[in-house]
């Protein structure tokens, strides 16, 4: 059975070796920033540079491993019904908000649900430089190297699928974004299967 996490929130919890996380968007155009750290060791973290270095590409998909600050393994995707996900921008922030949309009183934004969320955990906003963004469509123009948000493509009922490769703790949320999920805010669902 899924749970939900509602919009502009966040959640953590463990993900056993072998489990598989399920990330659903229930309603689409949703966005699920995604954070994953070593149980054993949370100073061991996700890294979308080694994950590009060792890929040779961006965009993540079936098949694909996202690697650690340390060249291990964590996650791999064995489903995916969208195809286009972010691997390059950071979670939102209060300062995302005062600086991108120009906020006075900002959201705090998928970093500070993190935080909240992982900080039983021991891990605090130093530790997380990046997120893989579920759902999020991020165009780049191969260029001039500008980059471009998107309405994310996920319909109702998207989803996709990691196997976790170690013991780990994971972060995920509704992203809180406006442009990342096309100027509404909406639930995402996971489940953890066997």
Do not use: W
Not at 45 to 71: A, C, H, P, Q, W
Not at 88 to 93: D, E, F, K, R, V
Not at 108 to 126: H, K, Q, S, T
Request: charged share 20%; glycine share 8%.
């Amino acid at each position: 059975m899924s749970e939900v996490i509602p919009p502009r929130s966040g959640r953590a919890f463990r993900l056993g070796k072998g489990a598989r996380l399920k990330v659903i968007d229930p309603q689409g155009e949703q966005v699920a920033d995604l954070f994953a750290a070593f149980a054993g060791d949370t100073a061991e973290v996700m890294s979308s540079g080694r994950t590009f270095d060792y890929l040779e590409k961006i965009y993540l998909s079936v098949g694909d491993t996202i690697y650690s600050n340390r060249s291990q393994p964590l996650l791999t995707i064995l489903e995916d019904t969208v195809g286009r996900h972010d691997f390059l921008l950071t979670p939102c922030s209060a300062d995302t908000f005062r600086i991108i949309y120009g906020d006075r009183d900002p959201h705090r934004g998928c970093l500070g649900n993190l935080v909240e969320a992982l900080a039983p955990y021991g891990i605090g906003a130093n530790a997380i430089p990046a997120c893989f963004n579920i759902f999020m469509n991020v165009e780049l123009d191969g260029v001039t190297g500008k980059i471009a948000v998107k309405p994310p493509l996920s319909k109702a009922s998207g989803f996709i699928v990691f196997r976790a490769e170690q013991d780990l703790i994971i972060g995920l949320t509704a992203c809180s974004a406006p442009q990342s999920n096309n100027y509404s805010f909406k639930p995402i669902e996971f489940e953890i299967l066997p």
